[in-house]
């Protein structure tokens, strides 16, 4: 377990989709793990995740981009898993000694392989999986393996499974965070309902929903989404290798005591960046505006290559005066301002001296708020929001896997 610094929050950076070290997008992503590890070094975020289709075709030379991108960066904490590029050719040896000198690395975790007997009538063969939990900042995350206990293979078909063997230690997994009572997160390649197997996909769904996961947190589509159900917020991050989306960038997610925030950060936008971790926003709420005398606590993530005494923030409602922000620990400010009758919006501004400047702006769940009750199709994007400029969302799913863009 790591060191509790009140807010978790990780930077997810998308689907890379490597092949050779000189295209744009290698470079994009040296780019960002270089910005991505100044702020782990000033103890802003705890990890990178990345989230499976790292290699177009899964083959060695191109993990071998991935790993001359990682060596720059030696303490930067990375957490993957496998996507379905990732065994693009009926294999995962070479994805399997990256998890190896990667997750089996102190910086990876330490994470081992798991081998399983599964049923498979193409290769009966004990499997190896890819799953394995963590907790920072007081959160479980839980890294799900959706790829190795299929068949896919190119001109096969996506087949994304879990198997029993992984299904069963979620389980206990999730039970046992609820008997510590600590939130959780799950990461994995795609949505629940993309599995293969009806009962997987209602089993995992169900746990999500019955457990009150707090964020699943993919890959796979290509674009920035955000599919809140009331209890748990599924969003998923445009990919940096194939990218349809907008500017390349990461996504920003974090878990605030009983909130969950998300908003992408572009790379062709400057630091500083900031994200409003509470109070939640009306459409991502899972519970009511807390508010006492007429108040409400605001609290906000920081980013920023510049130390905390340079920071400059304040809080805004509607279009009244300036609420100066403090610091409350390593990486968030907070303040407690009052909350009128009929206020609607709430904007954050941070500037650091470098001249630059951020503004996050939300509108607050109200006090009267009540979940919706649970959607036809649990774990899926049923419930994905609109447009959402504010937070990185086109609203227009481009990409291969839900439109058949040509990739």
């Known amino acids: 377990m790591t060191a509790d610094h009140g807010v978790f929050a990780f930077a997810h950076v998308g689907d890379l989709h490597l092949e050779r070290s000189s295209d744009p997008h290698a470079a994009d992503l040296r780019a960002i793990l270089a910005e991505v590890d ?17 290699a177009e075709d899964g083959r060695a030379e191109q993990y071998a981009v991935l790993r001359e991108a990682l060596r720059r960066h030696p303490d930067l904490p990375v957490r993957l898993i496998a996507g379905d590029h990732d065994r693009q050719h009926g294999t995962m040896t070479d994805f399997d000694a990256l998890f190896a000198a990667v997750a089996g690395s102190p910086r990876g975790g330490g994470h081992a392989a798991r081998r399983h007997d599964l049923p498979r009538p193409h ?37 994304f499974r879990l198997g029993p063997c992984q299904l069963a230690w979620l389980a206990e997994e999730l039970a046992r965070a609820d008997e510590e009572g600590r939130p959780c997160a799950v990461f994995t390649h795609t949505y629940p309902d993309d599995l293969c197997v009806p009962d997987e996909k209602a089993a995992l769904a169900g746990l999500i929903r019955h457990h009150g996961v707090r964020l699943v947190e993919m890959g796979h589509t290509h674009y920035n989404e ?9 969003a998923a991050a445009r990919s940096v290798g194939q990218n349809e989306d907008g500017s390349v960038g990461y996504a920003v997610a974090a878990i605030d005591g009983p909130v969950t925030s998300w908003r992408f950060k572009p790379l062709d936008r400057a630091l500083p960046f900031v994200m409003i971790t509470s ?24 980013l920023s290559d510049r130390p905390q005494g340079d920071w ?20 968030t400010v907070h303040a407690r301002i009052p909350w009128p009758e009929g206020a609607r919006r709430l904007a954050v501004t941070v500037t650091d001296g470098t ?33 959402w400029p504010q937070k990185g969302l086109r609203g227009d799913q481009l990409g291969p896997n839900r439109n058949g863009r040509p990739w």
Do not use: N, W
């Not at 955000?226 to 599924?234: I, Q, S, V």
């Not at 519970?287 to 005398?293: G, N, S, V």
């Not at 809080?315 to 403090?326: E, I, S």
């Not at 939300?362 to 979940?371: A, D, L, M, N, Q």
């Open 279 to 302: 109070p939640a926003d009306r459409r991502l709420a899972t519970a009511p505006l807390a508010m006492a005398d007429g108040r409400i606590s605001v609290r906000a993530l920081v």
């Open 312 to 331: 400059c923030c304040c809080v805004r409602v509607d279009d009244g005066r300036p609420h100066a922000m403090v610091p409350d620990g390593p990486r």
């Open 123 to 159: 290769d009966p063969a004990p499997v190896t999986h890819y799953y394995f939990a963590e907790t920072f900042a007081g959160v479980r995350c839980l890294f799900l393996d959706m790829v190795s206990p299929g068949y896919g293979r190119k001109g096969f078909g996506l087949d």
């Open 38 to 54: 100044g702020l782990h070094g000033h103890g802003l975020l705890d990890f990178a995740y990345l989230p499976g289709d790292l």
């Open 355 to 387: 001249g630059q400047a951020d503004t996050e702006v939300i509108e607050p769940v109200g006090r009267s708020f009540v979940p919706p009750p649970a959607p036809d199709r649990p774990g899926s994007d049923a419930t994905r929001l609109p447009a």
């Open 226 to 234: 955000l599919a809140p159900d009331g209890r748990t917020l599924y």
